[in-house]
């Protein structure tokens, strides 16, 4: 009867490190649900659920089995957590949610209080400041770039009339050679044709002498 009632007594004692079990786990579930975390953070709640779940029943198998691994002992956690799923599991999840609500409440309200001051006596006086450098060197950068645009647009304009004003003199300067070429032309033909003249004019008076002379 004695080892019985001392079985009977580990197995109740292993349900109730079952409920604990159930509990923590309801802790994490209602963690997870109340704070929106990412993967990594999951996964390391995790590791930390199923480290704190194996110490909590090594310490009950030490604390009341006396460390001896028995089947008991594997049913009885078995039994606990299932028995707080059935029961305890949705009035504990309820009772933790609203308890993490009024604590968020508690603590993200004063903290927003603190945050608004610090937003609007640090923080935008800071990012003012930086947005109109940053506009006023964007101004000065895009007028730089205007006044290097206008220089280019200016230089090249003075070398396309400088071009142009070189084709116009070359131009010129053909035209006027060509006038004189043609003068000097003009003078030769004209010269030609006071030599053919005065030839002509020769040649007509030694005809007429000619004449003059036959009839005597």
């Not at 953070?41 to 691994?69: P, R």
């Not at 009339?161 to 033909?189: G, L, R, Y």
Request: charged share 25%.
């Amino acid at each position: 009867m004695g080892e019985v009632y001392s079985q009977l007594l580990s197995l109740s004692l292993f349900i109730i490190t079952g409920i604990v079990i159930g509990i923590l786990f309801d802790i994490f579930r209602v963690l997870r649900k109340c704070f929106k975390t990412a993967d990594f953070i999951t996964y390391l709640q995790d590791i930390v659920f199923w480290f704190l779940a194996g110490m909590i029943t090594l310490f009950s198998i030490f604390k009341f089995n006396q460390g001896e691994i028995r089947i008991y002992v594997f049913l009885g956690i078995f039994i606990g957590i299932l028995l707080y799923a059935i029961t305890l599991s949705k009035i504990v999840v309820k009772f933790l949610v609203s308890i993490l609500q009024t604590m968020k409440k508690l603590i993200l309200i004063p903290l927003q209080f603190v945050y608004n001051i610090f937003h609007k006596i640090i923080v935008k006086p800071i990012s003012n400041f930086i947005n109109n450098n940053i506009k006023v060197a964007i101004k000065t950068n895009q007028k730089k770039k205007v006044n290097k645009i206008n220089d280019i647009n200016k230089k090249n304009k003075k070398s396309k009339t400088d071009e142009t004003n070189k084709i116009n003199t070359m131009n010129v300067a053909n035209d006027i050679n060509e006038i004189s070429k043609s003068k000097k032309i003009n003078k030769k033909q004209q010269n030609t044709t006071k030599d053919n003249k005065l030839f002509s004019k020769f040649s007509i008076k030694l005809k007429e002498k000619r004449g003059i002379l036959g009839k005597m």
